[in-house]
């Protein structure tokens, strides 16, 4: 089982953020340990634990960054990276761009035989709904780079939308329209370049 605890910790929007528990982030690394030894107490040891903390701190800051809520080596068994691409940037970046730059980031603390790493959730976004094409080619793309980043060993797409909270309206478009035929048919293509080992 793959289990990721308390993901994006290194920001300033989750429950369990230091600025939302007297800028405290052992609390988050105390209970990380607590749960990990009753898991283990109980017998539950087919799972792995994932460490997944957002690709920058929000805000930017010492005490934001993920280094203060790492748990003990012991307690985790993969690394997490999460990067986006909503669809309002003037030009998209790759996938392999924004996964390099994340491994790149943290390759000198969790070297590759030691933690592999996962992308527990990610998506490319059409913007105001305007960039479905750039968004379809993105996705192929995505699906032909996975080779260029073995340390990378799944990803899950990140498939609902984000909503502005005043008119109920999207704002980031990321859900999966299975009614979208070119959007399925980018997903397929992508797809089939893995199977085909390209």
Known sequence: IFFRLNNEMS???????????????????????????????????????????????????????????????????????????????????????????????NAPFFQDDEWPMCIPEYACGQGDGTRKEEQYAWIEQAFADTHLLPQIKYGVWFSTNDYDPDTGEPVNRF??????????EAFRRGLSQIKAGE
Not at 77 to 105: N, R
Not at 176 to 184: A, E, G, S, T, V
Request: glycine fraction near 4%; charged fraction near 20%.
């Open 175 to 184: 859900s999966i329209d299975i009614r979208d035929r070119k959007l399925m």
């Open 11 to 105: 920001t300033d929007w989750t429950s369990y953020c230091a600025s939302c528990n007297m800028a405290d982030p052992d609390i988050f690394v105390d209970t990380w340990v607590r749960l990990y030894r009753i898991c283990e107490e109980d017998g539950a040891n087919n799972m792995i634990w994932i460490f997944n903390p957002t690709s920058e701190s929000y805000p930017p800051g010492n005490w934001s960054h993920f280094f203060n809520y790492l748990p003990p080596a012991e307690y985790m068994q993969m690394f997490g990276l999460t990067a986006y691409v909503s669809g309002y940037e003037k030009e998209f970046p790759s996938w392999k761009d924004m996964y390099q730059k994340c491994i790149k980031a």
